[in-house]
């Protein structure tokens, strides 16, 4: 054929099919602007490691982080007081993000919990001086192999891994995207973007450098697979339904769909391809907020980590990853409750009682920690399964409550240290109310609201959530619920008795003096703690408000 002759059919196809019929794409700034300025910052970030010098770099970039986190959560602030959580909620960016209360609610929680746990990823008071430089939490230089030479001259040149503050940044822009993804697709890139930066993080602690990256390999592995089955239920419910949204998935459901798609005629509306889709969707997101049975990398992680991220990670991805699993039940799989719901059943109740048990037997504070989060994660599931408003709203307000005892938490560990680095055995700790009484103090107040106890924030987050699966008609999962925080009581009580009543040890750690950063964050937790304990209400409302997904 000429080449003339292939013109012509070229021309003729353009001609018969104008361009005009693409449609614009519209995308919505203004609504997307807590993302955007996130994005943009971690972006600043990468830009100040590649020209600012090595000096100057770790200001710059504690600066830059800090302020996008202020902009971006005042522009969360601005949309909800626009109404965007409220009456103007709708779908945003062609039908990709939900802008609504739910969505606005964890945005505001994920960007707190990045600013809190920000100060105590700049941190550099707890390690002594090496070589004349401060030092943080983060190893020298991450590509050097533990203990060589090339680490020893980092560590003695002064550097420092400044890259942990545009990975933070990513990580959180992620978050955001995620609980108001309104597609699959939308889902799983934000749930890549925020997993590769936290595989990262994992890495680079300074101190036990093999264990850290041992945590590092082991969540990149089990996220991998757990990842893989998140795409394969995308591809599923693709199979079903003929789209990625979440609406035209709900609708394909309960039957109410009247556009169907020739080409997959065959196909949609098969329900082994939506039960099994679905399912491994559910699994996907379970491994996120380290639901048993699919927690095993949790205790490994969280011990493996360096501190500061082990805070932060523990806090935000359980937010970003329950507000996905709220809007997949609720908005998608509707029509799929009396299928979702048992199974749910048993891994609330599998989740309450394997978090409280094991984690009476560990002997490291982490680790403690760790399944202490799997137990909140059964917790938290209680109110998943309410399906009512007020099961949103009460997981709503926990997931809040909870990140911040958790960042506070984690960010005392960091002060507790001996020659070693951060003293995480549980030995060390005796006596240690004795030897440094506002720590252990402080402390102890965080273990009390892990536990529940009243006129912490923990209470109000449990009783809301209880409260709300009874009413729902989960009352046998309440009771499960009650004897798993008995049992967990224990094992925090036993901690604060170590820590007030024993005698310190002779070759106890120290309680290193911090800088203002960790002080303002422990600080902001222990008010967020008994705030949310002694006067819940306004918080209540405000997550009452925000419990309606946009459809």
Not at 10 to 31: L, M, N, V
Not at 169 to 178: D, E, I, Q, R
Request: proline letters at 5%; glycine letters at 10%; hydrophobic letters at 55%.
């Amino acid at each position: 054929m000429s080449a003339t002759a292939v013109h012509s059919l070229w021309t003729t196809a353009a001609t018969a099919d104008p361009i005009s019929k693409i449609p614009t794409p519209k995308i919505e700034y203004g609504q997307l602007s807590p993302t955007l300025i996130i994005l943009g910052a971690a972006l600043i970030g990468v830009l100040v490691e590649a020209f600012v010098p090595r000096k100057s770099r770790y200001y710059a970039q504690v600066f830059v982080s800090a302020v996008a986190l202020c902009a971006a959560f005042a522009a969360v602030v601005a949309l909800a007081a626009d109404g965007f959580g409220t009456t103007k909620a709708h779908i945003a960016a062609m039908g990709a993000i939900a802008v609504d209360g739910p969505a606005l609610f964890l945005q505001g929680v994920i960007l707190l919990s990045g600013l809190v746990g920000l100060f105590t990823f700049a941190e550099r008071r707890l390690d002594p001086e090496a070589h004349g430089n401060r030092v943080d939490s983060f190893a020298a230089q991450a590509a050097s192999v533990p203990g060589s030479d090339s680490e020893k001259a980092a560590v003695k040149a002064g550097f420092t891994t400044t890259e942990v503050f545009p990975l933070l940044l990513f990580a959180v822009a992620g978050m955001l995207v995620f609980p108001s993804a309104n597609d699959l697709l939308t889902l799983f890139v934000a749930l890549e973007v925020f997993s590769l930066p936290l595989y990262l993080l994992c890495a680079l602690a300074r101190r036990k450098r093999l264990l850290s990256q041992e945590a590092a390999v082991k969540y990149f592995l089990l996220g991998a697979f757990a990842s893989a089955f998140t795409l394969f239920g995308i591809a599923l419910l693709y199979g079903y339904a003929g789209s990625m949204s979440y609406s035209t998935i709900s609708q394909v459901v309960d039957g109410s769909i009247t556009n169907i798609n020739p080409a997959l005629a065959d196909t949609m509306g098969n329900d082994a391809l939506l039960l099994i889709g679905g399912a491994m969707i559910v699994m996907g997101l379970l491994f996120k907020v380290g639901a048993v049975p699919f927690h095993m990398w949790t205790p490994d992680v969280y011990q493996g980590a360096p501190t500061p991220v082990t805070g932060f990670m523990a806090a935000a991805t359980k937010v970003a990853a329950f507000g996905a699993l709220l809007r997949l039940l609720y908005v998608v799989l509707p029509g799929l409750r009396w299928d979702w719901r048992p199974v749910m059943w048993g891994v609330a109740i599998i989740t309450m009682l394997g978090g409280a048990i094991v984690a009476i037997t560990q002997t490291d504070i982490k680790r403690l920690l760790a399944y202490s989060s799997i137990a909140h994660a059964g917790f938290i599931l209680a109110g998943v399964i309410a399906t009512t408003r007020d099961g949103v709203s009460s997981v709503l307000f926990y997931l809040g409550a909870y990140s911040f005892v958790t960042i506070g938490a984690f960010a005392v560990v960091t002060l507790v240290r001996d020659a070693g680095g951060e003293a995480t055995h549980l030995s060390k700790w005796a006596g240690l109310g004795r030897r440094s009484p506002l720590v252990a103090a402080v402390f102890a107040v965080f273990l009390l609201s892990f536990a529940g106890i009243p006129l912490t924030a923990g209470f109000a987050g449990k009783f809301a959530v209880f409260k709300a699966a009874a009413a729902g008609g989960a009352a046998p999962l309440v009771v499960v619920g009650v004897l798993s925080s008995a049992i967990a009581a224990f094992f925090y009580i036993r901690v604060i008795v170590l820590m007030f009543f024993s005698e310190p040890r002779p070759d106890g750690p120290t309680v290193a003096v911090p800088s203002p950063l960790t002080m303002a964050t422990i600080g902001v937790a222990v008010a967020a703690t008994l705030v949310l304990g002694v006067a819940p209400q306004y918080f209540l409302d405000l997550a009452n408000q925000a419990g309606v997904f946009v459809r």
